[in-house]
């Protein structure tokens, strides 16, 4: 089982990045998937989830509006365009999968993380 995060770099603030998250190894078709940031010194917190079928999407208000989560199921992909860039969305994103997610934002709900893409948005 492998998810693998990538498209992060540096953006200058008002600038846009599109995440892309490859899973391999496991039938994500089952599996809810989400997006996470830890910033330097900060807990590592959900931004963004979409469920099985990507009928559903969730965010965290902090992003709401700014963020669009998506899913490719055929290639086992899910994005995060990230638009209007702030410096307080310096971080490094991870993906994650859970079979049994009852609220998306926590954490120990999802069973597979990946290694996470530095976003670094600065002028």
């Known amino acids: 089982v492998q998810l693998q995060a990538s498209g992060g770099g540096l953006v200058q603030p008002g600038g846009s990045l599109r995440l892309s998250c490859a899973a391999s190894g496991f039938t994500t078709d089952y599996y809810v998937i989400g997006w996470f940031r830890q910033a330097p010194g900060k807990e590592r917190e959900a931004i963004s989830c979409?469920?099985?079928?990507?009928?559903?999407?969730y965010y965290a208000d902090s992003v709401k509006g700014r963020f669009t989560i998506s899913r490719d199921s055929a290639e086992k992909m899910v994005y995060l365009q990230m638009r209007t860039l702030k410096p307080e969305d310096t971080a490094v994103y991870c993906c994650a999968a859970g079979h049994s997610v009852t609220f998306w934002g926590r954490l120990s709900d999802y069973r597979y993380w990946g290694k996470g893409t530095q976003v670094t948005v600065s002028s």
């Open positions: 979409i469920n099985n079928n990507g009928a559903s999407t």
